[in-house]
């Protein structure tokens, strides 16, 4: 449930009635990543109310996007919820940060990785800071005109909860909800919201634990071609193509890169192994009166174990045997 004071937010009033129920569609989907990021799905939110056709939502995502709620790459298949990550305080937790942080190095599209990487700049981390500036696309140049605020501006907050000053370095103004949520995140599950680090709603936050860590990372590279042209591609010209085998090769170089640094690590342990064995091996010598000091016992290895009272017992024992025959 969204909190009530949304519903007096100038921006957020200035929608359509549709355009505000897809938002609220959209911030709910078990898809939605922690990057904000999700898969354009529009026949599957169709399917969300008989009444709404395919066009229609696509309707309803141009005006969300005019308004700077969400932004759309139809070529790449991808819809990224602006101020998603801010407002769920991904920032606060370095576990949902650091998947976070994954979910946005895989983003396809450059349209949506520029919007990405200056929404990872405003959470003021230093490793949000790096991952910002790798997938910023030089020289990218939006389609549209992109709005200026000045430093001393302090943005609408229709929660109520989050007061928020833009520095002057902020080129753009704050999506008027201000409601975006976590699908999988602390204190809620599928499809409920969250605001910033409350439960809409009433009820109340959970820490995060190790139930609902971030999953780890799969160890299938992603997909080498884009979703209109899978499984095998296609040889005419595809920007979004293209996209998806820069972002497989950086894949399989990490992958090498992490193969040949386990190896190093296996080789480092093997040397440690073999030394540990070196200095047992003298500490026995040095403490054995049977063997040279090169570990021979003669024209053998020694294996450091005094033999010479079983010797004695087994001859006694074959010589009592030999003289119990005799007898006989």
């Known amino acids: 449930m969204l909190k009530e004071s949304i519903w007096r937010d100038k921006d957020w009033r200035l929608l359509p009635r549709t355009a505000q129920a897809t938002y609220v569609q959209l911030i709910s989907q078990k898809e939605l990543d922690r990057a904000g990021i999700q898969p354009?799905?529009?026949?599957?939110?169709?399917?969300?109310?008989?009444?709404?056709?395919?066009?229609?939502?696509?309707?309803?995502?141009?005006?969300?996007?005019?308004?700077?709620?969400?932004?759309?790459?139809?070529?790449?298949?991808?819809?990224?919820?602006?101020?998603?990550?801010?407002?769920?305080?991904?920032?606060?937790?370095p576990n949902i940060l650091k998947n976070a942080l994954r979910c946005a190095r895989m983003v396809a599209s450059e349209k949506l990785r520029h919007e990405l990487a200056k929404e990872l700049r405003r959470l003021h981390k230093a490793d949000a800071d790096q991952v910002a500036d790798a997938i910023d696309p030089p020289g990218f140049e939006p389609d549209f005109d992109e709005p200026q605020l000045n430093g001393s501006e302090t943005l609408p907050n229709p929660s109520e909860t989050l007061p928020q000053t833009v520095p002057a370095t902020v080129p753009e103004r704050l999506n008027g909800s201000e409601t975006p949520t976590e699908p999988q995140g602390y204190g809620s599950g599928y499809?409920?919201?969250?605001?910033?680090?409350?439960?809409?709603?009433?009820?109340?936050?959970?820490?995060?634990?190790?139930?609902?860590?971030?999953?780890?990372?799969?160890?299938?590279?992603?997909?080498r071609h884009?979703?209109?042209?899978?499984?095998?591609?296609?040889?005419?010209?595809?920007?979004?193509?293209?996209?998806?085998?820069?972002?497989?090769?950086?894949?399989?170089?990490?992958?090498?890169?992490?193969?040949?640094?386990?190896?190093?690590?296996?080789?480092?342990?093997?040397?440690?192994?073999?030394?540990?064995?070196?200095?047992?091996r003298q500490l026995a010598i040095t403490d054995c009166d049977l063997c040279d000091d090169n570990g021979y016992r003669g024209a053998h290895v020694c294996d450091h174990i005094d033999r010479t009272e079983t010797t004695k017992a087994g001859i006694a024992a074959v010589r009592a045997a030999l003289a119990k025959g005799s007898a006989k």
Request: proline fraction near 7%; aromatic fraction near 4%; include cysteine.
């Open 40 to 93: 354009l799905q529009v026949a599957k939110w169709a399917k969300g109310c008989n009444d709404l056709t395919a066009e229609d939502l696509c309707a309803d995502l141009k005006v969300l996007e005019q308004h700077r709620f969400v932004f759309v790459d139809e070529d790449t298949d991808e819809l990224f919820v602006r101020s998603y990550m801010r407002h769920c305080d991904v920032a606060r937790y």
């Open 226 to 280: 884009c979703p209109k042209h899978m499984p095998g591609g296609t040889l005419d010209p595809c920007g979004a193509c293209k996209e998806h085998r820069q972002r497989h090769d950086r894949w399989l170089a990490n992958a090498d890169i992490e193969q040949k640094r386990a190896q190093q690590a296996a080789a480092r342990e093997e040397a440690s192994r073999r030394a540990q064995l070196a200095v047992d």
């Open 191 to 223: 499809g409920s919201v969250t605001l910033g680090s409350s439960q809409v709603g009433g009820a109340r936050e959970r820490e995060p634990n190790a139930d609902n860590e971030p999953p780890p990372d799969s160890n299938d590279p992603p997909p």
